[in-house]
């Protein structure tokens, strides 16, 4: 691990390829999103990474947040959990994000998919 944050959310862990965002709070919204960003795009200075997004627990997320999100430097988005509901909020969302964006059951997989994608961009 390269470095660990303490965001108002949720832990960010960011990696050489891929940060993970352990999502712990019931909102998420456009200020706590470009927070997010300000985060990412200072650590990874335009390198190429993927961001995942472990989530235990469905969560209320402002449309607004993918609309506005712009960090270059992502190249993917993974949403990770075991539950069903959050797969099913993870669906609705896909259609908000303007790129490549899926659903895992393990961060194992998350992390390997994401590195793959990295390296091939």
């Not at 985060?39 to 235990?56: E, G, M, Q, T």
């Not at 999100?69 to 908000?96: G, N, P, T, W």
């Amino acid at each position: 691990m390269e470095a660990q944050y303490q965001l108002s959310t949720a832990p960010l862990e960011c990696f050489p390829m891929h940060a993970i965002f352990h999502f712990t709070g019931q909102r998420y919204d456009l200020p706590k999103a470009i927070v997010f960003t300000k985060v990412v795009d200072l650590h990874y200075r335009n390198r190429k990474f993927v961001v995942i997004s472990n989530r235990a627990i469905t969560k209320k997320i402002n449309t607004e947040v993918y609309t506005t999100f712009v960090s270059k430097s992502v190249v993917v988005v993974a949403i990770v959990s075991m539950s069903d509901d959050v797969r099913e909020e993870a669906v609705a969302e896909q259609s908000l994000y303007d790129g490549a964006f899926t659903f895992f059951h393990s961060l194992e997989d998350a992390v390997r998919w994401g590195e793959t994608v990295v390296k091939k961009s």
